[in-house]
């Protein structure tokens, strides 16, 4: 009999992705790790394409090679946090690695991962690197910042209130610490990611950081980017009001620069979209750069960022 410590979840994250969740479940497939420790849940945020269609062809085909396939969906499209939460709960492993239906796990993801568990059984939330690629082939190496993942807890808070440093696609989490922190906040629809791992910084988690690549992300038109768009307005609101929320309260007063910088940046881009609509063009851009101008904050940070390196 399987024993939860060995069992990994792997949630597949979709929404009309009839074009790439194939690949994204063969992917899974492919895995390294013992097949029959893993368990596939499909979480599908009410779909109007084929994509419940070829899920469950895929798993006519392949669920006797794993621990189990699941498949579940929402009647109605209910946002990101929703959709991740739904398959989260689901899940019977003790680990849990979730995945975008137009993303790959790369061959050895689930073991190096489960390796490092092994080394460092203190680790409850672990991030590694990832590799970008699009339909040309080309990959790009994505490596997180070591001076902000791999410092202490307290610092990684003080990181956190700055920016989402992390790179979500490569995350690998404990399922008890979900339970814990209440699993995603789905008070903000479109954004699971940052305020999970806020959530998990409050609570006294830290992230461990595994120097692997594990993930291949998918640039483009995909799940979590935007293509030409300027950009998802129902996430722009809900990063916004997370932001005025959680982040904001957090800040030293000494930062109201921060949230200046914040509140511009939220309303350039909604007013633009409201005005002339929700694609980036040769003026939304010179729109962009004046805006800079009155943006203190984020000339300080590029001027850090340059003097740093």
């Given at each position: 009999m399987l024993k939860n410590e060995s069992l990994v979840t792997v949630t597949v994250i979709s929404y009309n992705s009839e074009k790439t969740i194939l690949e994204t479940l063969n992917s899974i497939g492919a895995q390294t790790y013992n097949k029959k420790n893993i368990e596939v849940v499909i979480s599908d945020d009410g779909s109007k394409d084929e994509t419940i269609s070829i899920a469950k062809e895929w798993k006519l085909k392949n669920h006797n090679d794993f621990s189990d396939v699941v498949i579940v969906s929402h009647s109605e499209n209910k946002g990101v946090a929703a959709n991740c939460n739904q398959g989260w709960k689901l899940a019977k492993g003790k680990w849990i690695k979730s995945i975008a239906a137009d993303d790959l796990l790369l061959p050895n993801c689930i073991k190096d991962n489960m390796e490092f568990v092994m080394a460092n059984p203190d680790a409850k939330i672990i991030f590694s690197n990832m590799l970008s690629f699009n339909s040309n082939g080309d990959n790009t190496p994505i490596v997180h910042d070591e001076s902000k993942i791999s410092c202490n807890q307290r610092?990684?808070?003080?990181?956190?209130?700055?920016?989402?440093?992390?790179?979500?696609?490569?995350?690998?989490?404990?399922?008890?610490?979900?339970?814990?922190?209440?699993?995603?906040?789905?008070?903000?629809?479109?954004?699971?990611?940052?305020?999970?791992?806020?959530?998990?910084?409050?609570?006294?988690?830290?992230?461990?950081?595994l120097k692997e690549n594990t993930v291949l992300y998918r640039r483009g038109d995909s799940l979590s980017q935007q293509g030409a768009r300027i950009g998802n307005v129902a996430y722009i609101h809900s990063y916004y009001r997370f932001q005025k929320e959680k982040i904001w309260p957090e800040l030293p007063l000494i930062m109201f620069l921060k949230k200046w910088d914040d509140f511009v940046l939220y309303n350039q881009r909604i007013m633009w979209i409201k005005l002339f609509g929700n694609k980036v063009t040769v003026p939304y851009v010179f729109w962009n750069k004046a805006m800079f101008l009155i943006r203190p904050y984020r000339v300080y940070c590029l001027i850090k960022k340059f003097l740093l390196n």
């Open positions: 610092e990684q808070w003080h990181h956190i209130l700055y920016e989402c440093y992390l790179l979500a696609p490569a995350g690998f989490i404990n399922k008890d610490v979900l339970k814990i922190v209440g699993y995603a906040d789905e008070s903000y629809p479109m954004i699971e990611d940052y305020p999970l791992w806020f959530k998990c910084l409050a609570y006294g988690y830290s992230f461990s950081y």
